[in-house]
Structure formats: C-alpha cells, structure tokens
C-alpha cells in the first residue's frame, strides 16, 4: 500500500465519568490531551488532526500549544459518541491518505515503539493493525483506506471496534511493550497513575 498515513486525536467527548474537563486536566508536567498528541507526532504520518467537541476553544487551544502543525476539525454532533468523532476526524483526511492511526485523547501513555511495526504491517497488506499487551487488544489502531466507507457509517460510543471485530486475520496484533496500550483515564483517580520513569 502506498501514500501516506495520517493520525487522528479523538478530543471530543465531555468527559462525564470525571467531571468534566478531562483532556485538560494535569497529567505530568502538562495537559493530558499532550500525552496523546506527542505519540501521534511520533507515528509515521504526514498530518496529525485532533477532533474537538466539548470544552472545543480550551482543547484545540492546548493542541495548538503543543505543537503549531495540528489540524484542528470540530465534530457538531459529538455528544451522539466516540462513532460521531470518528466520522468526522476520517471525513476530514485528505482523498490521498493511505490510512488512519487513530489516538484516544484521554490515552496518555500510548508506547510509541509500536507505532512503526503497525504501519509495516498494514503496508504490508493488513486491513487495520491494533496493539496487544497481556493477550488484550489496545490503542492506538491504524485503519487502512478500504475501511474508511465503514467508518463513516458509524453511530453510538463504540468506535471501530465493531470494524475492527470483523477483520479476522486481516487485523494486525502488534505486541506492545508495556500497559500504556490499555490505560485510559476515566476518572480522577486515574491520574495518579502516572508513571514514575
């Protein structure tokens, strides 16, 4: 497969279970919204576009601030769920794109060293490619081309992962090297999980 991959930050979501104001609240010497934008701009992509929602101004704010470079794309109907927030960031890529990582703002740990065996395996032929730690399948998953027509389908708060489900051994597992893969922060005690390297 060739032309190029680009990254996709779901940043939209209100963040309910924590109160509200998740992707901006304090996460190591920053924003937590950073943690998944500095593995996006370390994945081999040409564009790096986060998709906003709640809190829109404050987070494309902080996106911009990390780093000039991000594509900022507002999902409208983004409280229907994480389906609307993956329309909208893959309606938004350019018509040349081979595929799509696609980050999870409130994902701060995501292992950048898979990033490249997901790119070789789907370049290699693979439909999607998806990291696993412990025999569980994580994020972030790069989606190639030929999914985005189903992508654009979705509704509700699952994402791809129905998508995802049906690929069988067209879906890449990448073996990561630690938990960040599987950790997400939901509520306020989650971010004193912060790793101590």
Do not use: C
Not at 149 to 177: K, S
């Amino acid at each position: 497969m060739n032309g190029p991959f680009e990254a996709v930050v779901l940043a939209a979501g209100s963040g309910s279970r924590f109160g509200g104001g998740k992707l901006l609240a304090t996460w190591g010497a920053g924003v937590l919204l950073e943690g998944a934008l500095a593995a996006a701009f370390a994945a081999p992509v040409r564009s790096v576009t986060v998709v906003i929602g709640a809190d829109a101004d404050a987070i494309a704010a902080a996106a911009q601030a990390f780093d000039p470079r991000v594509l900022i794309v507002p999902a409208h109907d983004y409280a229907e769920g994480m389906g609307a927030s993956l329309r909208t960031g893959i309606a938004s890529l350019p018509a040349d794109a081979a595929g799509a990582f696609v980050f999870l703002g409130d994902m701060p740990r995501a292992p950048t060293a898979v990033l490249e065996p997901m790119a070789q395996a789907v370049r290699a032929g693979a439909l999607a490619a998806a990291p696993v730690f412990g025999g569980r399948r994580g994020n972030p998953v790069l989606l190639a081309r030929e999914l985005f027509p189903d992508l654009l389908t979705l509704t509700g708060d699952a994402g791809a992962r129905g998508v995802l489900q049906g690929l069988g051994d067209r879906l890449a597992l990448i073996e990561a090297p630690d938990d960040g893969v599987l950790f997400d922060v939901d509520q306020r005690s989650d971010l004193d999980k912060f790793p101590k390297r």
